[in-house]
C-alpha cells in the first residue's frame, strides 16, 4: 500500500489525473495476495491481536476498491489524519481544561471549531472571519 501511496503522489506532483492502469492492477494484485496470505496465516491463531488482524484482512479483501480509493481518485487522501486532527482538539479541551460539560457547550464548541476550520482550509484568517460573523456577514466557502 505504501508503494501505491508513493506512486498516487509522484503522479499528483507531476500533474497527472490517474495512475497508469496496469501499475493500479499490479498493486492491487500484490495488496490482495497479501491479504489472502494474512487470513490463511492467522486462520488457526485465537489471540486478541489476530483476531482484529484476521477482521482487518477479511474487510480488506470485502471492500478493496475502498481501500484503493485513494489510488483511483485523487481527491481522497491515503489515510484519515486531517480528520483525526479536528475531533482531537475537543477532546484535548475537554480533558485538560473540563470545559464542554453541557451538551449545549459542546455543540457551540463544535459548530466554532468547524466554522474556523473549514475557514483556515480555504487561506482565511481567524480573526476576520469571525468579525464578519459576529458583524452578521458570515463567511461561506464557494461550492462548485
Not at 463544535?110 to 482550509?121: F, V
Not at 476576520?128 to 463567511?139: I, K, S
Request: glycine fraction near 4%; hydrophobic fraction near 40%; proline fraction near 3%.
Amino acid at each position: 500500500m505504501l508503494e501505491l501511496k508513493t506512486l498516487t503522489e509522484h503522479a499528483v506532483a507531476a500533474g497527472e489525473t490517474a495512475l497508469d492502469p496496469a501499475e493500479l492492477a499490479l498493486h492491487a494484485g500484490r495488496i490482495r495476495s497479501a491479504t489472502q496470505v494474512a487470513v490463511n496465516t492467522l486462520r488457526h491463531q485465537d489471540d486478541p491481536l489476530a483476531s482484529r488482524h484476521r477482521a482487518l484482512t477479511k474487510r480488506i479483501l470485502n471492500r478493496q476498491a475502498d481501500y484503493l480509493r485513494f489510488a483511483t481518485d485523487f481527491r481522497v487522501s491515503f489515510d484519515n489524519n486531517a480528520a483525526e486532527r479536528e475531533i482531537r482538539m475537543v477532546r484535548l479541551r475537554e480533558k485538560v481544561s473540563g470545559c464542554l460539560r453541557t451538551l449545549t457547550g459542546a455543540h457551540n464548541f463544535a459548530a466554532i471549531h468547524s466554522y474556523l476550520a473549514t475557514a483556515a482550509k480555504y487561506g482565511k484568517e481567524f480573526l476576520r472571519v469571525l468579525t464578519e460573523l459576529v458583524q452578521g456577514r458570515p463567511w461561506l466557502p464557494v461550492t462548485t
